[in-house]
T-cell receptor
């Protein structure tokens, strides 16, 4: 039990589908993050939310749309993805910004057909 | 610019051997934080340690130890008497000052054979 729960664990979708990834944290944290982990590449930060407000968008294509309705929940809405978007998507949370360690979920393994 | 380099892509050892994972970082900030995370096959990243740039004391936690040397910009991780359960990908990461960004290295895959 990591305290950060991601669903689904695996997702296969076609390029024209619309789907959403969900992340929920039970740690009382105020900051939440989306990362992309592709094979043989460093983890890439995608989005940061602090107290439900987006504070970072790391030049992510608009086919990825995040949503943070409250400090405990974070979504990543997917639309018209490309094969190169196949990756492990990791959610993380932390008490606040800066030096405090981020706690990660198990990730969603996304495959685009 | 910030950068984290983990030059060792993959390391294989036999149980009970000691193993050191290297991490070299680049930053222009004087205040920064260094992290190590473990990623087992299940996918989740498990936080292991955080150090700030003003604390160069080495740290030991059980079989794990970390050697932080500002003079060489390195933050190496040693596992003593490795076990099969240590098999995972290990990531070193850097964050500067009061920012949200964690910059990760490409990771080192450690395989410990019985």
């Amino acid at each position: 039990e990591t305290g950060v729960t991601q669903t689904p664990r695996h997702l296969v979708m076609g390029m024209t589908n619309k789907k959403s990834l969900k992340c929920e944290q039970h740690l009382g944290h105020n900051a939440m993050y989306w990362y992309k982990q592709s094979a043989k590449k460093p983890l890439e930060l995608m989005f940061v939310y602090n107290f439900k407000e987006q504070t970072e968008n790391n030049s992510v294509p608009s086919r990825f749309s995040p949503e943070c309705p409250n400090s405990s929940h974070l979504f990543l809405h997917l639309h018209t993805l490309q094969p190169e978007d196949s990756a492990l998507y990791l959610c993380a949370s932390s008490p606040g910004v800066g030096d405090q360690p981020q706690h990660f979920g198990d990730g969603t393994r996304l495959s685009i057909l | 610019a910030q950068k984290v380099t983990q030059a060792q892509t993959e390391i294989s050892v036999v149980e009970k051997e000691d193993v050191t994972l290297d991490c070299v970082y680049e930053t222009r900030d004087t205040t920064y934080y260094l992290f190590w995370y473990k990623q087992p096959p299940s996918g989740e990243l498990v936080f292991l340690i955080r150090r700030n740039s003003f604390d160069e004391q080495n740290e030991i936690s059980g079989r794990y130890s970390w050697n932080f040397q500002k003079s060489t910009s390195s933050f190496n991780f040693t596992i003593t008497a490795s076990q099969v359960v240590d098999s995972a990908v290990y990531f070193c990461a850097l964050s500067e000052g009061r920012t949200d960004k964690l910059i990760f290295g490409t990771g080192t895959r450690l395989q410990v054979f019985p």
